[in-house]
């Protein structure tokens, strides 16, 4: 038998530190090569840990809740020489663990096909989602199916409830999600519950999550510690505010085409199963407009000002442990159906709390989509080492003037950000311009 004592590794680019969130094993469980024994919350995101080594634990060197430098140990395994490595420099760091893999749906639902729609429970006991104590919805775990006797044994009044109507693959997503299917307003023709219903119940109670506290605290005031995620997200917006000279710039925008393109999009067999939305659009627009003004897609530094040929586009997403900003690499080179996936995937990932740190790495410029809360528009603040950041804001219909006529139009207003040091009046203007002009005509984006 050898002793490890396993070191906090950096998980990320150069990150210095990890507070320890939560504890998958105990003193005295053995664990296997590439187990997950730990969860550590990073400045960028939550992240697994996988054991490097085979062998029984003794001992955690760091309880919950501490923050700790990379180096620091924060475990003791017991290994069998045969199994297990002889000491920590002779392993590799772990790498974070993937997600766990989500459950397929029951067989009965898929041989109906995609087209059928699946009443609730009608093909067996379904698998229902658990959660560790303390985790905060980051990270979420498949419970067994319970046997046929449990679910028999159920209060009559949840078996005999309402069915909910939706497709194999609309479950397969609210399972995703954590979303119950029973609490969902369906919009579908035939009463069904939709991709969009599911993806607007789960942005609503991500949103909820971030702003509601579930009851009047007794104490009259609540203080919470400045680490992990929200440091970084501090430490960030202040580097940016106070070291580049932001300009605003805003316009209002005739929005009723991009939601009729949106519509056929939705309808379109190239689309089925893909998420369809105003910000694949607004995507599609940022890159356009990027590719007329190259300077808004730029870097600056002390010596020279790095114009990127490439478009790694960020969005800023809202997640229960903070604001952060994944990228779709070379959006630039994407179809719009690869480019719907890329923004989709990025906004479960980041809504799951997996996303890693390389995702939000080597962003060139952003997108922030304050609609999705009922804003008009705002003033954004820059992603550190961008130059351009335009907010998309709420989309709703509005009197617009039509050829000397005012006629209800879908409208909505777009704000962008610019470093004043690379990005010009005239040239912040004109990528604003750019924008909105596939806003109010996506047609253009055949050019």
């Known amino acids: 038998m050898s002793e490890i004592r396993f070191p906090l590794p950096d998980v990320g680019e150069g990150l210095t530190e990890a507070e320890i969130v939560q504890w998958r094993v105990a003193p005295g469980d053995r664990v296997a090569l590439d187990q997950v024994f730990v969860e550590i919350e990073t400045a960028k995101s939550l992240v697994e840990l996988p054991s490097a080594y085979e062998g029984v634990v003794s001992e955690l060197l760091v309880e919950e809740g ?41 067989a ?6 995609g087209a059928v729609l699946v009443g609730h429970g009608s093909s067996g006991p379904a698998r229902s989602r658990r959660r560790h104590p303390g985790q905060g919805g980051a990270h979420q775990h498949l ?41 969902v307003s369906p919009t579908g023709p035939l009463g069904e519950v939709t991709r969009d219903d599911v993806i607007r119940e789960a942005s609503q109670a991500s949103v909820f999550r971030n702003i509601q506290t579930p009851e009047l605290p007794a104490d009259r005031e609540t203080r919470i510690p400045v680490k992990g995620v929200r440091k970084a997200i501090a430490q960030t ?10 300009v605003s710039v805003f316009v209002d925008v005739d929005a009723t085409r991009t939601m009729e393109f949106v519509k056929r999009l939705k309808s379109s067999p190239d689309f089925a199963g893909v998420k369809v939305s105003p910000l694949l659009i607004m995507a599609k627009a940022m890159i356009w407009a990027a590719r007329r003004n190259p300077t808004a897609n730029a870097q600056w530094t002390d010596d020279e000002i790095i114009v990127k040929h490439y478009v790694n586009l960020g969005v800023a997403a809202a997640t229960p442990r903070g604001l952060i900003v994944p990228n779709v690499k070379d959006a630039q080179a ?61 989309i709703k219909q509005k009197p617009w003037v039509v050829d000397g006529e005012v006629r209800p139009r879908y409208v909505t207003t777009i704000g962008g950000s610019f470093d004043h040091r690379v990005v010009d009046g005239d040239v912040a203007s004109r990528f604003l311009a750019d924008v909105a002009a596939i806003i109010e005509e996506p047609a253009l984006l055949l050019d």
Do not use: C
């Open 66 to 106: 501490r923050t700790v430098d990379v180096g620091t140990p924060i475990l003791v395994i017991q290994t069998d020489a045969a199994t297990g490595m002889s000491s920590p420099e002779a392993a590799p760091a772990p790498a974070p663990a993937e997600a766990p893999a989500v459950a397929e749906a029951p």
């Open 108 to 113: 009965a639902e898929e041989e109906t096909g």
């Open 143 to 183: 419970s067994p199916p319970q046997p046929a006797s449990a679910a028999a044994a159920a209060p009559a009044s949840a078996a005999q409830s309402t069915p909910v109507l939706a497709k194999p693959p609309i479950r397969k997503l609210a399972k995703d999600l954590g979303v119950d299917l029973s609490r």
């Open 237 to 246: 917006m202040v580097r940016s505010a106070f070291s580049a000279p932001h």
């Open 334 to 394: 994407m179809s719009m159906v690869e480019l719907a996936s890329a923004l989709e995937q990025l906004t479960l990932t980041a809504r799951e709390g997996r996303t890693q740190p390389a995702e939000m790495q080597g962003g060139t410029i952003t997108i922030t989509n304050i609609g999705v809360f009922g804003m008009d528009t705002g003033t954004p603040i820059l992603n550190t080492g961008e130059v351009a950041i335009v907010a998309l804001g709420t």
